[in-house]
C-alpha cells in the first residue's frame, strides 16, 4: 500500500521520531585570533554516530489532510490530542528488511504483506465491534514506515494509524485516544463514524458522509465477495442481491416497496484488498 519515503526535516524528526544530533551537527569553535600562527591546531572532535531515530509511540495524535494520510509518511508532526486531530496512533511495531539493502525494501510486496494485516488486526482490536460494524464505519487504517536515510541509520518501525476518511479529500476529527479505543463496542452503529450518503451510490451527486450529517441514504450491510482474481458485474450482483434485498427490507415500513442500491468495490480497492461490497437502502422519512 505504501512506498518508499521521503526524508523528513529535522524539526519534524525531532518531534516525531525524535531526530538525535551527531558530533558534526554543532560548528568547532574558532580558533582564538591573538595566538601566534606557529601553534599547533588542536584535534577536530570525533564524529559521533547519530543514534537510530526512535520508534514513535502509540496514543499520539497528528492533524492530517487526505493526502498527508495516503503519503508513505506524515510529515507533519504530533499535537496535543486535546486539539483538533484526525489521526491516532494506534499501534507500533518493527519491520523485517532485506539487510543487503534495508532502504530498498521499504517498497517492496514483502514489507506490504508484513505491515498491512498487522495494522489491519490490531485496529480490530482497537476498535472494537462485529467485521460488520467495522465495515460500515468510515473508521479505517493507514501505515507508515521509516524514510531511506531513517532505515540506514538504523530505523526499524512502522506505525498504525486510525482515520475517519468521509471522502477522498476530507477527514473527520477524531475523540482523544482513551475515547476512540472501543468505540465499536456499543451496540449499533455510532452515527458520528458511520456511513451514509446523500443521494443514491453511483450518481453525481452522491458523496459519502458521516450518519451525523445530513443524508438520503445510509449503508446497511457488508457483502463478502471472496477471493482470487476480481469478479465479473453479474457475478458481484448474483452474491449480493439476496443480502441487499433482505436488509434493506428489514429497514423497510413498507415490506414490499423501498429502495436499495449495491456499491462494488473498484479494482484499484480489490488489488489494495476490499473484498467485500455495501448494500445501501433509501432512508425513510
Known amino acids: ?8 526535516a529535522c524539526a519534524v524528526a525531532l518531534a516525531l521520531v525524535g531526530c538525535t544530533s551527531g558530533g558534526g551537527d554543532s560548528s568547532p569553535s574558532e580558533p582564538s585570533e591573538s595566538g ?4 599547533s591546531p588542536s584535534a577536530a572532535p570525533p564524529e559521533t554516530p547519530s543514534a537510530a531515530p526512535a520508534r514513535p509511540r502509540a496514543g499520539r495524535c497528528y492533524r492530517l489532510d487526505s493526502r498527508e494520510a495516503l503519503a508513505s509518511a506524515a510529515e507533519a508532526p504530533p499535537v496535543s490530542c486535546r486539539s483538533a486531530h484526525t489521526a491516532v496512533t494506534y499501534s507500533t511495531g518493527f519491520l523485517e528488511l532485506d539487510p543487503a539493502d534495508p532502504a530498498g525494501a521499504l517498497d517492496s510486496p514483502q514489507v506490504r504483506r508484513q505491515v498491512a494485516p498487522t495494522c489491519q488486526r490490531r485496529l480490530a ?3 472494537g465491534g462485529s467485521l460488520e460494524q467495522r465495515r460500515l464505519s468510515l473508521l479505517t487504517r493507514v501505515w507508515f514506515t521509516p524514510s531511506p ?10 506505525r498504525c ?10 477527514l473527520l476529527a477524531l475523540p482523544r485516544p482513551n475515547r476512540l479505543r472501543g468505540i465499536l463496542r456499543a451496540p449499533g452503529p455510532r452515527n458520528a463514524f458511520a456511513t ?3 443521494a443514491r451510490p453511483g450518481t453525481p451527486a452522491f458523496r459519502r458522509v458521516a450518519c451525523s450529517r445530513r443524508h438520503s441514504w ?11 482474481a476480481y469478479p465479473p458485474r453479474a457475478q458481484i450482483f448474483r452474491r449480493m442481491d439476496p443480502r441487499c434485498t433482505a436488509a434493506a427490507r428489514a429497514r423497510a415500513r413498507n415490506k414490499f416497496s423501498f429502495t436499495w442500491a449495491e456499491e462494488r468495490p473498484t479494482r484499484a480497492q480489490w488489488s489494495a484488498g476490499r473484498r467485500y461490497g ?3 437502502t433509501a432512508v425513510q422519512r
Open 161 to 170: 494509524d486510525v482515520i475517519a476518511a468521509q471522502s477522498d479529500d476530507r
Open 196 to 198: 451514509c450518503g446523500t
Open 218 to 228: 445510509r449503508a446497511v450491510a457488508s457483502v463478502s465477495l471472496g477471493q482470487g
Open 1 to 8: 500500500m505504501r512506498g518508499a519515503l521521503p526524508s523528513l
Open 125 to 127: 482490536r482497537f476498535l
Open 149 to 158: 536515510a531513517q532505515v540506514e541509520q538504523g530505523a526499524r518501525w512502522f
Open 278 to 280: 455495501l448494500c445501501w
Open 36 to 39: 601566534p600562527s606557529s601553534s
